[in-house]
């Protein structure tokens, strides 16, 4: 019997191609498509869960504020706030503190620059449960001048020799011994390092205190609380004392600050905080995305449901005379449940063969090359008996509905009249697929507007013909570095492709390095105070990168070094008190330690960060960066071989460092990237959702015809013209999709508004962006079912009638 079964299922899926191959192509891409998506943000929340006790590690975030306004939202703390909070806080097991940076590390045979390191303090194991392959967690990292190294890193530095006793050298060729090796850390990390630098080399060299200070948030404070500590909010008040206590500095400025702590695994993808190490992800994306993905799978089982109930007059005959022969309902219902159960066996299979698709040769077209979550084989088991049974169940209410027609009325032909609850819940789950498709093709088309508006916004600066080089850390404690620079710049400039050239800490497209929060101008009534961002630059930034003078001139040669003079944008002059620009002119600020600075120019605002943000009020001043940096260079004629030419001159003049170069505009637009990726995202389930919504369109289009064949054939005899059958038959359709599009147009405004409030700078969402998407889904609609109504609608109707 249950061999019967089997072969009746797989004829009956046979037989109906159309139905089949539907719900084949729509099940099989919403399914790969579903675990694509589920991997990426499986991967994103995967983030740093790799250490032991992961939920209890925490960082010390800081907060300032002036009259409840914040000035001031920091990922740094001060550095003697980790060695005074034990004092506060015995729920703390361990803490320490990590200070990062891009290095030049090289020995006599390897050199490569912007690696990843760390200085962290000999604690820093007790917070991290990295992984120690030789050396000791308690002792390597006491001594000064003490590293320890990856175990990639010391592959590649030392091949399979033991680096443990070694000597490595960073950026001015600084002396470190190696004194244990890590096993390398997942990719998956909110903080990359492949090198750990004892925290003790810097009171060594003279660079901090020893003791450390409360002067500025400049380093990382992460500590691990005890099992039972779980009052974080009394924790929160204790950290806040202690910032009450010791910052003397708020008293000064008239501020407030405060410590909080954020667990570690949340780092990834909680809200960005100044100076962050690596940029995260925002969650609500990630939401969307699943919500996205579980949508276009929700939609492709409508299509199998619609279909299926579409076609049961198709098999009407078949299930009167099996129960004319005795058939009881749960047998034909478990001949429609099998036949499901088969389909989604086969839809999964080729779904999987898909999905390696989409994230291999195709993820770069598809997904930008992301990341995926590795799917091990019980989860793909998991996934294939989850899709399977959910298939099969949603297969219950059409086979349960099939199943109830009484023999005598489908031999009497008595189905079909299209009315009771079976045809409302038809129509009510079409209208739920087309509101899923108008909805995502309207907020698809939002962010894409959006982002286009992001790379067509006037930055206000010169990012096209300007290249920016990685500055040499060779020189970071050579006192001529400044000289050597102007000896390379004159000669670059000697080649005509070249117009001007700088030297500066940071570059727009990065965050800048350093703020102030005392910085007041003398003899202003202004009480507001606030952060600034501190910038070193040079005098040839300003004709390098398109700044616009409005007041005062620019640097000149001479204040090179001396910080007794400053240029400031639009917004800092604002934000000092000043009514216009020219008024800021040669006025006297004193920065947080009381120094006087004269304001000689005030250059027009311009975007050094993406739109996401608003434009910071920003200092700058003539200052050579001491470590790293870039020199930039405006291209005037990029003909030529003019890229060789620049090497050729480096290479004279920095031979010990590598010379890497990034052409501006890029740059700045690689903070886009995850806009970008969120936006081609949507795009693929844009054309994901409307093509699952048309193939289920087109089955029951195709369908529906052949139930008002006879209809439409003595429509024709008594006059009907083509065009009043087609709209006659399309107009049911029409009326679905109206209704889908009044539901979906609310949320349509109301996910993209919430979405656009991410940025300060954003479009302005009209009436036509929301309306737009449901004509598109309604124009995609109709070309889907015309093929089927004209056809139908230019058939010879005496044959259709005579066919009945």
Not at 100 to 115: G, H, L, S
Not at 254 to 280: C, F, N, Q, V
Not at 602 to 615: A, G, N
Request: proline letters at 3%; one cysteine or more; aromatic letters at 14%.
């Amino acid at each position: 019997m249950l061999k019967h079964y089997w072969i009746t299922a797989i004829r009956n899926l046979m037989r109906s191609k159309l139905f089949t191959s539907i719900n084949v192509v729509g099940l099989s891409v919403s399914i790969a498509l579903f675990m694509a998506l589920t991997g990426y943000v499986a991967y994103q929340f995967s983030y740093d869960t790799f250490y032991k006790d992961a939920e209890r590690i925490y960082r010390i975030d800081y907060y300032e504020y002036q009259q409840g306004q914040p000035v001031l939202q920091s990922s740094r703390t001060h550095d003697r706030a980790a060695l005074l909070a034990g004092e506060y806080l015995p729920q703390i097991e361990a803490v320490t503190r990590v200070y990062n940076e891009k290095a030049y590390v090289f020995t006599e045979d390897v050199r490569i620059v912007d690696q990843d390191m760390l200085f962290v303090d000999s604690s820093f194991f007790k917070v991290f449960d990295v992984k120690i392959i030789s050396g000791s967690a308690d002792n390597s990292l006491i001594p000064p001048k003490a590293v320890m190294i990856s175990q990639s890193q010391a592959k590649v530095y030392f091949g399979d020799a033991d680096p443990v006793g070694k000597t490595i050298y960073f950026n001015e060729r600084l002396p470190f011994t190696i004194t244990g090796v890590f096993e390398d850390i997942p990719a998956n990390s909110s903080i990359d390092y492949d090198f750990l630098l004892s925290w003790s080399t810097m009171p060594f060299y003279g660079w901090v205190s020893k003791d450390g200070d409360f002067s500025f948030p400049w380093t990382f404070t992460f500590v691990k609380l005890r099992e039972h500590a779980t009052d974080i909010a009394a924790i929160n008040n204790e950290l806040s004392r202690m910032a009450a206590e010791h910052i003397r500095s708020l008293k000064d400025r008239g501020h407030t600050g405060r410590y909080e702590l954020r667990p570690y695994l949340d780092l990834h993808t909680s809200t960005t905080l100044a100076g962050e190490i690596k940029p995260g992800i925002n969650k609500t994306v990630l939401y969307a995305l699943i919500s996205l993905a579980v949508f276009i799978l929700v939609a492709a089982w409508i299509n199998y449901i619609n279909l299926s109930l579409a076609r049961s007059l198709e098999r009407a005959d078949e299930i009167g005379v099996r129960k004319v022969f005795g058939a009881s309902r749960l047998t034909i219902s478990g001949q429609f449940v099998l036949e499901a159960c088969i389909l989604s066996v086969v839809t999964f299979c080729i779904g999987f063969g898909l999905y390696h698709l989409f994230t291999g040769p195709l993820s770069q077209l598809l997904f930008t090359n992301i990341t995926f979550a590795s799917i091990s084989v019980t989860s793909w088991l998991l996934y294939a008996a989850a899709f399977v049974a959910g298939t099969t169940l949603i297969a219950f209410y059409p086979a349960n509905f099939i199943s109830k027609y009484k023999p005598v009325m489908i031999l009497k032909n008595k189905l079909g009249t299209g009315k009771g609850k079976a045809n409302v819940l038809h129509q009510g789950l079409m209208v739920f697929q087309m509101f899923l498709a108008v909805a995502i093709v309207g907020i698809t088309f939002i962010a894409g507007r959006q982002i286009k508006f992001m790379h067509e916004f006037d930055s206000g600066f010169s990012a096209g013909q300007t290249i920016s080089l990685r500055a040499p850390a060779s020189t970071n404690s050579d006192s001529l570095r400044y000289t050597r620079f102007t000896s390379f710049r004159e000669e670059v400039l000697q080649l005509a492709a070249f117009k001007s050239g700088s030297a500066s800490m940071n570059i727009p497209g990065q965050e800048i390095r350093f703020h102030d929060e005392g910085i007041h101008a003398v003899g202003s009534e202004n009480e507001k105070k606030q952060s600034f961002w501190i910038m070193w630059v040079d005098e040839g930034y300003q004709e390098t990168f398109g700044m616009t003078l409005l007041g005062g001139r620019n640097f000149n040669s001479q204040e090179s070094g001396k910080g007794n003079a400053c240029v400031i944008n639009e917004t800092a002059a604002r934000a000092l008190g000043y009514k216009t620009p020219t008024d800021a002119v040669n006025t006297t600020i004193l920065t947080s330690d009381n120094k006087p600075v004269t304001i000689v120019g005030v250059w027009k605002d311009y975007h050094h960060e993406s739109v996401r943000k608003p434009v910071e009020p920003v200092i700058f001043y003539h200052r050579h960066p001491h470590e790293y940096g870039y020199y930039s260079f405006n291209v005037q004629s990029r003909e030529g071989n003019y890229l060789a030419a620049l090497e050729e001159i480096w290479r004279r003049h920095y031979p010990n460092d590598q010379f890497i170069y990034h052409f501006m505009d890029r740059f700045f637009e690689e903070q886009y990237r995850a806009d970008e990726l969120f936006g081609k995202l949507l795009s693929v389930f844009s054309i994901i959702s409307i093509s699952v919504a048309s193939l289920g369109l087109f089955g029951m289009a195709s369908l529906a015809m052949v139930k008002r064949t006879k209809e439409i054939g003595v429509r024709k005899v008594l006059g009907a013209s083509v065009v009043n059958i087609v709209l006659l038959l399309c107009k049911n359709y029409i009326r679905l999709i109206a209704i889908s599009c009044v539901f979906a147009f609310p949320v349509i405004y109301y996910l993209t508004n919430r979405w656009l409030q991410d940025f300060a700078y954003k479009i302005t969402i009209s009436w036509w962006m929301i309306v737009l998407p449901g004509a598109i889904v309604l124009t995609a609609a109709l070309l889907t079912i015309a093929t089927q109504t004209i056809r139908a609608a230019t058939a010879n109707p005496t044959r259709s009638l005579k066919e009945q």
